[in-house]
């Protein structure tokens, strides 16, 4: 069974520092790819970066990285100088292989709001 | 490059009145899938087509029911809606059906209120 875990509801950060938002997974399929989205409070879910499971490098994508630890099953998206607009909704998910189909599944989602 | 549209926006229903949501993909994107969000729920999934067919469905009741055209736009209908259907219903396309690194683009969703 698939599954995406994120412990932490909500985070406060200040604004211009960093926080680390947290994502574990579990799945036995050897190729999956992690995803990271925002969704602010219009409701639209923002693609934010990827990690392919394959992938030797932890990706990137300006201010967003993931720091990927396959070891540990954990995809945690680092997001650097925070700014007001970072203030959202931010669901960590994953595309795998179960039962015969590609599922994506999302975790339940961590509130970040960012104080000036 | 347009991303994911869906209308409406926003709606008001009566409970057993019937819905039809719309959906047209990034263009070049043959894959749609719908998802439910609430705030108890979550997000999940509804179903998937890919080349008009349904690829994969999720645990929800026939009363909801989806197609997709040939110009891979695509529409959901939830029939003798219930006060629990309220929710926001995105839907999402990708290039194709597989792989792991199919990445998916959402629209802004569609905002449904039953009453």
């Known amino acids: 069974a698939q599954k995406i875990t994120q412990t932490q509801p909500g985070m406060f950060v200040q604004e211009k520092e960093a926080v680390t938002l947290d994502c574990t997974y579990d799945?036995?399929?050897?190729?999956?790819?992690l995803f990271w989205y925002k969704q602010p409070s219009s409701g639209e879910m923002i693609f934010l970066i990827y990690q392919g499971s394959y992938d030797q490098q932890n990706a990137t994508e300006g201010r967003y990285s993931l720091n990927f630890q396959k070891a540990r099953k954990s995809a945690n998206l680092v997001i650097s100088a925070s700014q007001l607009g970072d203030s959202a909704m931010y669901f960590c998910a994953m595309r795998a292989n179960s039962g015969g189909y590609q599922k994506v599944t999302f975790g339940t989602g961590t509130k970040l709001q960012v104080i000036p | 490059k347009a991303g994911v549209t869906q209308t409406p926006r926003y709606l008001i229903k009566t409970r057993g009145q019937q819905v039809t949501l719309s959906c047209s993909p990034i263009s070049g994107h043959r894959s749609v899938s719908w998802y439910q969000q609430t705030p108890g729920q979550g997000l999940q999934f509804l179903f998937e087509?890919?080349?008009?067919?349904?690829?994969n469905k999720g645990n929800f009741p026939g009363r909801f029911s989806g197609r997709q055209f040939s110009n891979s736009r695509s529409e959901m209908n939830v029939s003798t809606l219930e006060l629990g259907d309220s929710a926001l219903y995105l839907c999402?396309?990708?290039?194709?059906?597989?792989?792991?690194?199919?990445?998916?683009?959402f629209g802004e969703g569609s905002w449904l209120t039953v009453v």
């Open positions: 087509y890919f080349s008009e067919t349904q690829r």
């Open positions: 999402a396309s990708s290039l194709q059906t597989g792989g792991s690194g199919n990445t998916i683009y």
């Open positions: 799945t036995s399929d050897p190729s999956y790819g």
